[in-house]
């Protein structure tokens, strides 16, 4: 066996559950599926909270779950379906459900607790995300893409959800065990994703996992738009939507959302505001992580005049900026690592997605 057969066998396997019928049959579906995993992630996730938080003074994981118990009721009323579908997993896989909520939306609970009132320095976490229109692309199809990185020890928890509902579109999303919709794609052409920004002024409300939920099931693009526009966030993020004619980002706080479309040109981003008035509520200058991926983005996105889901796998197992780069490995030592990748072309309701980095993972196509 040569050396590229060795590399292939090592690559790392994307798991896929495929889950049917009312919210609170997907709900049970997949805690049971995903049961002891799922007792897993709660603590673990608990753990790299507190890390972050200790620094901060806060002694115990009882205040963020406090945080997390009252987001909780606000997406109980906000949307009882994605709720229903929560409570169900978190019953069948034997957690709690505020504690599971909590760990599933950790940097949205844990901002809450930590910039309600005050900044805090960027911190190293982040995600990177392209949206590219029809007339940059080799096919004319729509693309939206991005890397999902957060806690290295996310990696064991990454799962490829297949959601058949009796109601609305079906849909597949590239998320954690226990966790509802992260990236995805759904039958009615929509996808979505995000990535993660931190500004003053965070509060009790829904966390980004249950916004993204939301927009994935909508019927179509601007039904998905309302819902993150008007949604009672918890936090600040970037939203990014997508469908095989309209491509557009929000940049939200908890109380604001600006929007920027993708029309004629390719656009990426990463984890500081662009929006002035946002930037100002940062508190703190962007890491240089941040900001040397949305150059490579920016630069490389302009230097190809047409992508495709080839030339984008190329771009997300980038390395050439060192500790800062695109592709992020844990052994970099900056608390964070690329857990997956995900490539959406709407139009032909494709996602392709791996495990761990562009280069680390083993790339699957999913549909429907």
Known sequence: ????????????????????????????????????????????????????????????????????????????????????????????????AGELYTAANMTDVRDVLALGATGLPADAEGCSAVLIPHACTADGEVIAAQTWDLNPQDLDYVVAVHRIPVDGPQTWSVTCTGCLSLIGLSSAGLAVGTTNIKTKGSRVGVGYMGVLHKMLGAPDFDTAARICVTAPRAAAHTYWLASGAQLAEWETTATS????????????????????????????????????????????????????????????????????????????????????????????????????????????????
């Open 1 to 96: 066996m040569n050396d590229r057969e060795t590399a292939r066998m090592d690559l790392l396997d994307l798991p896929q559950i495929t889950v049917r019928g009312t919210p609170r049959q997907l709900g049970a579906a997949q805690g049971s599926a995903c049961a002891e995993a799922v007792r897993r992630f709660v603590p673990m996730r608990f753990d790299a909270s507190m890390a972050y938080l200790g620094a901060l003074g806060h002694g115990s994981i009882g205040p963020l779950v406090d945080v997390g118990r009252q987001c909780l009721r606000v997406y109980e009323t906000w949307d009882p379906a994605g709720f229903a579908e929560h409570c169900a997993l978190a019953q069948a896989a034997g957690v709690d």
């Open 257 to 368: 959302a600006v929007r920027r479309d993708a029309t004629d040109a390719p656009m990426g981003r990463t984890n500081h505001c662009l929006q002035p008035d946002h930037s100002e509520r940062e508190g703190e200058p962007p890491s240089s992580s941040s900001r040397a991926r949305l150059q490579r983005l920016t630069d490389q996105l302009h230097a190809h005049k047409r992508h495709d889901h080839q030339t984008l796998r190329a771009l997300f197992a980038d390395r050439s900026d060192g500790i800062d780069s695109i592709n992020r490995f844990a052994e970099d030592g900056q608390g964070t690592s690329t857990n997956s990748v995900v490539i959406t072309i709407p139009g032909r309701r494709e996602l392709f997605a791996c495990r761990g980095s562009a280069d680390r993972g083993r790339w699957v196509r999913l549909g429907f």
